[in-house]
Every structure is written in structure tokens, then in C-alpha cells.
């Protein structure tokens, strides 16, 4: 059961933030990763409220290769309060992962991790009730910090929060803003690094978000059934 309040999420994250849990690592094989993502109405501005409608999508890839594309209309369950996303997308991240059958062995997502006032952003908390390893894929870090890395492709630099290294700054393109990856559930920066980079396609974001993207925002387009 997701929080409905702003109070019981702020528990549940000091509680996930807390634990410790036993790393995951990638194996030698292709890895199938998860993504999911959430879009809304064009034009709509401020927090949003519950009920308002969202498309989203979840994804299943093998590396680079996308095997399975869900996409569906949903509800929001609240508005968008800075450091509470899953107030939010909690329910329709998690119901979009489960519909792609069984679990992927790690999943992306845009939302921080450990780079979190209480070290469990949304990335972290999906996780911990899916029960599978993630990652986040964001464009900027929330409190984390760290000096751009050289603009070439690949290059990197630590995101740090009080010398806590919680994530890095990813070149995946040379001349474009370099992503900020983020440790979420089982994951360390290092994990971290390694699915975001083996997930690269030749585009600045890792195939299997870049495609919850699309078909989000497909979904979107659609008319209505």
C-alpha cells in the first residue's frame, strides 16, 4: 500500500533510507531491464491534484533491444510535491512494471535515489515494493552536487551529498547536458553506471526510459477508445 499523506510518506522514506539491504549486481549476460514512465496533459501548469488524468507506459528490454511495450490511461493520486513524488505515481509506476509479466532484473526511472533529503527518493521507494533492483535517470540532481565531466562521450564525475557519493554525472553524448544517474533500491553509483551505460542506444537517454517515453506520450495522442 503506497502513503496517502504527505506525513506517512516522510515515515516510510526515513524507514527506507535507514535500511541496508544486500547489493545487487549486474550479471555477465544481458540484463532485462524495466522503465517506466508517466506524462501528462499538455499545457497544464502548477502541483496538479488527484484524479488528474496521466498516460503511462512500461517498458521490458534486453540491453538495448526493447522486447514489450504497455501503455494505459490512468489517474494521478495526488500533486506533485517536491521530494514526494510517489504521492503522486506510485501506483500507476508499480501497476505499469507488473504489467509486463515477470519481474525485469533492474528497472529505470526519472527519480532520484539516495540524492534525497531523507536518501530515499521515489526511485528507491518503487523498489523496495517491487521488490527489484532500480536506478534513476534524471536530468539534474535534487541535492546532490558535483562538477560537470569533460564533454566527450562516456566521461564521468561523482555526485556527492556530505562526501556521500550517491550517483554520477553520465556524457552519454558529446555537445548535449550530461544525465545524473542515481543508487536506488539494491543499487550503488557503481550499478548504477553500468545498467545506464549498457542500456545506451546511440541517443542521450537509455533505450528502454527513451522508450516508455514514446509510448507514454504515444498513449497520450491517442484518441480516446
Known amino acids: 500500500m503506497w502513503p496517502r499523506s504527505a506525513d506517512e510518506l516522510v515515515a516510510a522514506q526515513l524507514a527506507l533510507g535507514a535500511r541496508r539491504t544486500l547489493l545487487w549486481r549486474a550479471p555477465e549476460r544481458l540484463v532485462r531491464i524495466?522503465?517506466?514512465?508517466?506524462?501528462?496533459?499538455?499545457?497544464?501548469?502548477?502541483?496538479?491534484?488527484?484524479?488528474?488524468p496521466?498516460?503511462?507506459?512500461?517498458?521490458?528490454?534486453q540491453?538495448?533491444?526493447?522486447?514489450?511495450?504497455?501503455?494505459?490511461?490512468?489517474?494521478a493520486s495526488g500533486p506533485y510535491l517536491a521530494g514526494l513524488l510517489a504521492l503522486r505515481i506510485g501506483p500507476l509506476c508499480e501497476q505499469a512494471i507488473r504489467s509486463l509479466g515477470a519481474p525485469p532484473d533492474v528497472v529505470l526511472l526519472d527519480a532520484t535515489g539516495r540524492d534525497h533529503p531523507r536518501r530515499a527518493?521515489?526511485?528507491?521507494?518503487?523498489?523496495?515494493?517491487?521488490?527489484?533492483?532500480?536506478?534513476?535517470?534524471?536530468?539534474?540532481?535534487?541535492?546532490?552536487?558535483?562538477?560537470?565531466?569533460?564533454d566527450e562521450a562516456g566521461a564521468t564525475s561523482p555526485l556527492t551529498i556530505d562526501d556521500e557519493q550517491v550517483g554520477w554525472w553520465l556524457r552519454t553524448r558529446r555537445g548535449t547536458?550530461?544525465?545524473a544517474v542515481h543508487a536506488g533500491w539494491r543499487t550503488d553509483p557503481?550499478?548504477?553506471?553500468?545498467?545506464?551505460?549498457?542500456?545506451?542506444a546511440g541517443h542521450r537517454t537509455p533505450e528502454p526510459l527513451r522508450a516508455a517515453?514514446?509510448?507514454a506520450r504515444r498513449a497520450r495522442a491517442a484518441p480516446p477508445s
Do not use: D, K, M, N
Open 63 to 75: 540491453g538495448r533491444r526493447v522486447l514489450l511495450r504497455r501503455g494505459f490511461r490512468g489517474v
Open 34 to 52: 524495466g522503465a517506466c514512465w508517466v506524462c501528462f496533459r499538455r499545457g497544464v501548469s502548477g502541483i496538479g491534484a488527484a484524479g488528474e
Open 121 to 150: 527518493g521515489f526511485a528507491l521507494h518503487l523498489g523496495a515494493v517491487l521488490g527489484v533492483p532500480t536506478v534513476g535517470v534524471t536530468h539534474r540532481p535534487l541535492l546532490a552536487e558535483g562538477a560537470w565531466p569533460a
Open 177 to 179: 547536458r550530461p544525465l
Open 213 to 215: 517515453r514514446h509510448t
Open 190 to 200: 557503481e550499478t548504477a553506471l553500468e545498467v545506464v551505460r549498457g542500456a545506451l
Open 54 to 61: 496521466a498516460w503511462v507506459a512500461g517498458v521490458l528490454a
